[in-house]
């Protein structure tokens, strides 16, 4: 409580001294509030013109279009016009537009006209909902109006001459790029019609020459193995109808199974499998599976028999069975010698095929890769080439697509108007702020001064910046003369600020009731 008495009575003692001071405010407040109100009333007014539009992305072809031709993101693109709208250019053809540059007598000064406007020009978006504000202020409300209406104008024709101009820009780029690669795969198919013709010998090698040469010598070794399969199968024969044995390993003399085929092998096939199934379903002692298996016993003794019989009989032509049996295996056995001549011939095809392989494995390599590298080229230009033609179409599918409709559509919510009223300077704000900037100034040099040359005012403030005692006050001789002298300089002090109050009120209401001070009633 006594910090907050102490603060109170140091803060008085700071009013006491701005009071003393107080001629500080007077010549500042006169120095500042006069000449600050004059400059304020004699500020021209300013005329604010403004207009809304509504873009609207939407578009039907949009979805139909989808993957059909080139489309860009309207979105973005508006925003992109948004940021480029006030550039150096499009602000001075906004003021030759606006007729703005006649004002202008050299190019420094249309070059400060142009940095002017491009300052004073405001395009704001209201957010998401693709609404845009475009306001301009300047002292003729025409002007004012103009500048708006052809900031506008140029907003709303630019998305159109622009998506014009990039998609003809694009068109002869394209068209450019598929002549140069045309010429280009034009001189890649000569080349390798040229590689072809030199080399259509050795060609149907390249590209496979290691696996033919392991085709060729894998063929061979087949070829080989069935010769000897053939060859074994002939000898077997001729044993047979020579009427050799031979004997196995434990001395026991056996006759060789002839290799042809009996009239009762069908039938034994026949009952092999019926026996299975039997077996499958029933048990050995089935009736069914015991005659099978008797009827199967005798069909295989009828066979061997048979087979023995043809065996030991001495080229009988009376037994007619046992010559056809003959003759069928002196038939298998020619067949089979024709098919070991064939197969060497082709043993012998083969191998010249891999001579002639292994001859050129120096040749062929080299020119596998040099025909790689030429197919390779030819393929990268073609699958270039049909790219750039593909881009073309779609390219030809947007610009009819923008003929016929466009993207961005432009909705005017507010058309620019000439304004009837001003819409600036705010004077109400700029009178008050010279006001409280006169007699704020004064008031600071008075505090200043005060503390630079400070005067006690009671006596406890002489104890505090000295060690004598205070044995008591003394008032002023002629006090009489000192208050009259008090009541004059409050006096002019209240004339003063009185007189700056009024001028500051006369003005506040003339700002109300748009009265102009110089030039009469609006």
């Given at each position: ?38 400059y304020v009333t ?98 003729e409300a025409t ?266 559509q432009f909705r ?111």
């Amino acid at each position: 409580m006594q910090d907050l008495q102490q603060t109170l009575i140091q803060l008085l003692d700071f009013l006491k001294g701005i009071w003393i001071k107080k001629r500080y405010v007077i010549i500042f407040s006169w120095l500042i509030c006069p000449l600050g109100f004059f400059y304020v009333t004699t500020l021209p007014d300013e005329f604010s013109s403004k207009a809304q539009v509504f873009v609207d992305t939407r578009s039907v072809l949009q979805p139909l279009l989808r993957g059909l031709a080139i489309q860009t993101n309207p979105d973005q693109e508006i925003q992109m016009m948004a940021k480029t709208l006030l550039s150096r250019s499009n602000v001075e053809k906004i003021a030759r537009e606006s007729d703005l540059d006649i004002t202008t007598e050299n190019e420094t000064e249309f070059e400060s006209l142009v940095t002017r406007l491009s300052n004073q020009i405001k395009l704001q978006s209201t957010g998401r909902d693709n609404i845009y504000n475009i306001s301009f202020s300047h002292s003729e409300a025409t002007v004012a109006q103009r500048v708006v209406q052809e900031t506008l104008d140029l907003f709303v024709e630019g998305s159109l001459g622009n998506n014009r101009k990039d998609t003809d820009t694009a068109g002869r780029f394209l068209n450019e790029q598929i002549a140069e690669y045309e010429a280009r795969l034009s001189e890649a198919e000569q080349r390798l019609a040229n590689f072809k013709r030199q080399y259509n010998d050795i060609l149907p090698l390249a590209g496979s020459y290691f696996a033919s040469l392991q085709k060729f010598k894998d063929e061979l070794e087949a070829t080989r193995l069935l010769i000897r399969q053939t060859r074994q199968q002939a000898d077997s024969l001729a044993k047979q109808i020579s009427g050799k044995k031979s004997s196995d390993s434990f001395g026991v003399t056996s006759i060789e199974e002839p290799v042809l085929r009996t009239r009762y092998d069908d039938r034994i096939r026949k009952l092999e499998e019926e026996l299975d199934g039997l077996n499958l379903r029933f048990t050995a002692l089935h009736p069914d599976v015991v005659e099978t298996k008797a009827l199967l016993e005798s069909l295989e003794n009828a066979r061997t028999r048979e087979i023995e019989a043809f065996l030991s009989q001495d080229d009988d032509s009376n037994s007619q069975p046992l010559s056809e049996l003959n003759r069928e295996i002196k038939l298998e056995v020619s067949r089979l010698e024709s098919q070991i001549a064939s197969l060497k011939v082709k043993e012998t095809d083969v191998e010249s095929k891999i001579a002639e392989l292994e001859s050129k494995v120096d040749l062929i390599p080299q020119i596998e890769a040099e025909s790689s590298a030429l197919n390779r080229d030819y393929d990268i230009t073609k699958d270039k080439y049909e790219e750039l033609l593909s881009r073309r179409e779609s390219a030809d599918l947007s610009r009819r697509a923008d003929v016929s409709s466009e993207d961005l559509q432009f909705r005017i919510i507010e058309p620019p108007l000439v304004p009837k009223q001003p819409s600036g300077p705010n004077r109400l704000i700029l009178y008050t702020a010279m006001l409280v900037l006169g007699f704020g100034s004064g008031v600071a040099v008075a505090f200043l001064v005060s503390q630079l040359t400070p005067i006690l005012i009671r006596p406890k403030q002489l104890m505090q910046i000295s060690d004598f005692p205070i044995w008591g006050t003394v008032t002023h001789l002629n006090i009489k003369d000192i208050h009259k002298k008090n009541r004059l300089r409050l006096a002019i002090f209240l004339l003063s600020s009185g007189t700056i109050l009024a001028m500051y009120g006369v003005l506040v209401a003339a700002d109300i009731m748009n009265i102009d001070l110089f030039r009469g009633l609006v």
